[in-house]
């Protein structure tokens, strides 16, 4: 008994020391980033950096060059990113709570193949189809120049959710399964309809996994480039730092400030909602 403790206790260290080894480099990269945001010049080692708060007083006030010629409204980049952010989390939540519910639920026809249909969907990359998603943007675009701002917001939105569905639906799916039909039943039983069920009796027992749901879309939609970058008409923090990365008159601690930023929310996320995130996981694996 002892040996077989012994031996899963190695397995742990191994594991756990395969883990920190792995993500070295990742922190030693965002320790980098963060320090050269508050520092007067890009921090390569420790005798480089050179405290100063002037990276982030020039981000808050538009300087986006050491000259202050070049200026933006990074509240309004930032309010573009969470729109975007939000608008997926509501979209993918919403679409997601309803069709794992009758997923799991629900024995409809098709139904085997509308599940094999959505992890098919899942492998196809955002890139191979943004092609087709181009075309129908360009089909759908209204002339009038302010409907053609609110539009760009709601097709991203649209279009990004789109790729993060098949998962979530399949992850809700899992929380779903996991619940005794007893509970659905006593409802059923009471006189109560299917939308009753689901919105009294079953959310609130698949909580977790809303949660975990919501925090994956907002995360994917603040994190996005490639769509916002081609549907958006406004500045995202994502396409911001992009644009401004390679150019001659950005100040790079500057834009490590803006790198900063952006990560702050994602970090937040993950360190606030870990448990949560691993009990999405585990829930949607279980359908």
Do not use: C
């Amino acid at each position: 008994m002892r040996d077989i403790e012994t031996k899963s206790r190695k397995s742990e260290l191994l594991i756990i020391l395969t883990i920190v080894i792995a993500s070295v480099p990742m922190i030693l990269a965002f320790s980098l980033l963060v320090l050269s945001s508050f520092s007067e010049e890009m921090v390569t080692n420790l005798k480089s950096f050179r405290p100063t708060l002037e990276n982030w007083i020039n981000l808050f006030q538009g300087k986006m060059a050491i000259t202050g010629s070049i200026r933006v409204n990074i509240f309004e980049i930032t309010l573009n990113t969470l729109i975007v952010a939000l608008g997926v989390a509501g979209l993918v939540t919403i679409v997601s709570t309803l069709a794992g519910y009758a997923l799991s639920r629900m024995d409809f026809r098709g139904r085997k193949h509308v599940m094999i249909a959505l992890l098919v969907l899942h492998a196809f990359p955002g890139v191979a189809l943004i092609v087709g998603v181009y075309l129908l943007y360009k089909l759908t675009l209204p002339q009038d120049p302010d409907l053609m701002r609110f539009y760009s917001f709601f097709y991203v939105i649209l279009a990004r959710g789109a790729l993060e569905i098949p998962m979530s639906v399949w992850l809700m799916k899992g929380f779903f399964d996991a619940i005794p039909w007893e509970f659905e039943w006593s409802g059923i039983i009471d006189g109560a309809s299917r939308i009753t069920v689901w919105r009294k009796i079953m959310l609130p027992l698949v909580k977790p996994g809303i949660l975990a749901v919501a925090l994956f879309a907002f995360i994917a939609g603040w994190q996005d480039i490639i769509y916002v970058r081609t549907f958006l008409i406004d500045q995202t923090l994502a396409t911001f730092i992009e644009s401004n990365i390679e150019s001659e008159f950005s100040h790079m601690p500057l834009i490590a400030a803006a790198g900063t930023l952006y990560l702050l929310p994602t970090i937040v996320f993950f360190l606030i909602a870990q448990r949560i995130l691993l009990q999405g996981y585990s829930g949607g694996l279980k359908g």
